[in-house]
């Protein structure tokens, strides 16, 4: 992704380019390596995306890599930089918000009502829902800087079934500002 800021947009550059590498080599000892350490090659298929969304103070890309190495379902991952455009420092949520143990129990409780109405009952009290949504920041990574709030992807299996999909919830800045957390 480009934002026709020379210097960001080689921060970006140098962020997808190690994403990318990272999730590819990750990927390649996946398909090529059985069970047991043998060598051999299986058709895989590696897919990867962006998405991008700007505020007038910040920048936020999140990169999308699906891989299928054969078997019932693919492999998905998420990873995001969230930026200053201000400063080009990389923003996480402590940059963000001053008591981030309170934000991260709202992003917790938050979430849980959002989505059940489309997970329903018997994802609910599953230990993947429950674990997937401790108030601690890597259930919450990655995350997305919005002109409406924040936007948090989860991927697959993080805290439903492949059945589910890749949940998203949108938190909107509203919330974020009450400081009902």
């Known amino acids: 992704p480009f934002v026709g800021r020379p210097e960001t947009d080689q921060q970006i550059r140098v962020w997808v380019d190690k994403a990318y590498y990272d999730n590819s080599e990750e990927m390649q000892q996946i398909c090529v390596t059985d069970k047991e350490g043998a060598d051999r090659y299986r058709p895989y298929t590696y897919n990867v995306d962006y998405e991008l969304e700007s505020t007038p103070g910040t920048i936020s890309v999140l990169f999308k890599s699906y891989a299928f190495t054969g078997g019932a379902h693919g492999i998905d991952g998420l990873q995001s930089?969230?930026?200053?455009?201000?400063?080009?420092?990389?923003?996480?949520?402590?940059?963000?918000?001053?008591?981030?143990?309170?934000?991260?129990?709202?992003?917790?409780?938050?979430?849980?009502?959002?989505?059940?109405?489309?997970?329903?009952?018997?994802?609910?009290?599953?230990?993947?829902?429950?674990?997937?949504?401790?108030?601690?920041?890597?259930?919450?990574?990655?995350?997305?800087?919005?002109?409406?709030?924040?936007?948090?992807?989860?991927?697959?299996?993080?805290?439903?079934?492949?059945?589910?999909?890749?949940?998203?919830?949108?938190?909107?800045?509203?919330?974020?500002h009450t400081g009902s957390y």
């Open 81 to 176: 930089l969230n930026m200053s455009l201000r400063t080009g420092q990389e923003l996480r949520y402590k940059d963000i918000f001053a008591d981030t143990e309170g934000l991260f129990t709202f992003l917790s409780d938050f979430v849980y009502q959002s989505l059940y109405p489309k997970l329903g009952d018997i994802w609910m009290g599953s230990p993947l829902f429950t674990e997937g949504l401790e108030p601690v920041e890597a259930s919450f990574k990655p995350f997305m800087i919005t002109k409406k709030g924040l936007t948090i992807p989860f991927p697959t299996y993080h805290i439903a079934p492949h059945s589910q999909g890749a949940p998203v919830c949108e938190v909107p800045l509203e919330q974020l």
